[in-house]
DNA sequence: CGTCTCATTGATCCGCCTCAATAGCTGTGG
DNA sequence: CCACAGCTATTGAGGCGGATCAATGAGACG
């Protein structure tokens, strides 16, 4: 919703967006350079990794972005997944520093708009401030759900949460309707977002698709059989959590 | 921080902070009514409930507030603690309810800010632009933190990370490098704020003061003598943690 | 002095992790 | 074409961390 504002609605600003990097007027292009290494970036792109000075935000074009963090262990966790239409704003509280690491898990492009930039943007069309506002509200909001369940949820519960949240994410790019889906995702990936290990997932998983909630095709690609069943075993009310973390236009 | 520049630098808007309430200018006060109910809002605070409207956002001036969600069987998860100088806007995607439970845990103030309040002192002042992005990313930052140890940390870790998050919040309150702090928690409620039980929370706390890391004095006085090894326990720099929690104006 | 709340400690149970083995799939090289 | 390696999914077996249940202690309060 938000880029197609910014791209249809404002096409000074959009041009404005890329200039946040080396002054062309192209995207900045996230390529994970092969399956054997996801976590690699193109030069452009290291800007994004931890640590590093960041005074922009990016907007997700294209792709699937994840934001992690690790343990000294090596112990990962997703903190969440940014689409396209979402913003990414990894900064800490101390302005310059980092507190994620991004890395892009399909191929992807960002837009990067810099701190200048964004304000002279918002100052000069509020209606980007709302609908920032308003992307920025949802991300808030799924990431509540998903503390909420990380800190009380059974297993059952935290793997039909993510189901039904990736299904409501990607249904405008599927129909409204769409009960199926593809998330380029493997169950140790999946299990890091819901903190659980890649064989509970497994077996959580195949136990709703024994159950007749589910069914599964060559990794992850997704169908949702009983949605009522899913929504009761994730907790929640589809409708509810849609108006919580689909961002809107008033 | 924020509360500080907010009424210092910036009377006008300080003055025009309390006119969303009403247009009184005096903050809304939010008192428990007694410790026997500590769920209990005085009148006017009921905005804040889950499912209203909201469109005002929060500055906390004094007080603990708990943001929380809670699980159809019963299971309360609190997501965060809002202190003095944090922001509090609670509202989902659809841009007008809100997706948690806020509640005060000490009597508290806050100011109440309308949007379009909001965006006049916005346009007004810049800086409070910036300051406010910053408290929202110190909020963000340890959100991120505490889903990292709920997803894949032990009890241990939870609670040695809480007590250190407390102990950095708090510092501003009484010295910079203060290692004794009250916080108006109950083992059951820091036990859902770390995603535990309140039993766990008790033992694990038991084996740190037997261990000699911490003391502890009537419910929940809390003083760090080994800080040293409660940052391993809870796998943080202290001084990384503070750069990324701590709103600290460039 | 009884009641209420909360902290503490013990005993038991279970959900999920870990380890391990197998199977399926893909790509690669002989 | 087959053989092999590498990765992911799947399934079983066993162990452990934390939940749950239960009992006692300790302040706070009326």
Redesign the pocket.
Known sequence: MFAEYLFAEYPHAAARVFSGIGGEAVPLMLQTVSN?HPHHFSKDATLLLEGDKCNVVYCVLDGWIALSKALEDGQNQIIDFALPGDIVDPVAADGTTSSVTIEALTDASLAAISYGSWEIMISEWPELYHLAHLVEAARQARRDERILRLGKG???MRVAYALLEFCIRLAPACGSECHQFHIP????QL?DYV??????V??T??RMVRNGILE?H???DIRILDAPSLARLAGVDIEELKREIVPTRM
């Open positions: 054997r059974t297993a059952e995702l493997t169950q140790q299990g903190g659980l290990s890649s064989v509970h497994c077996r998983m195949r599964m060559d990794h992850m």
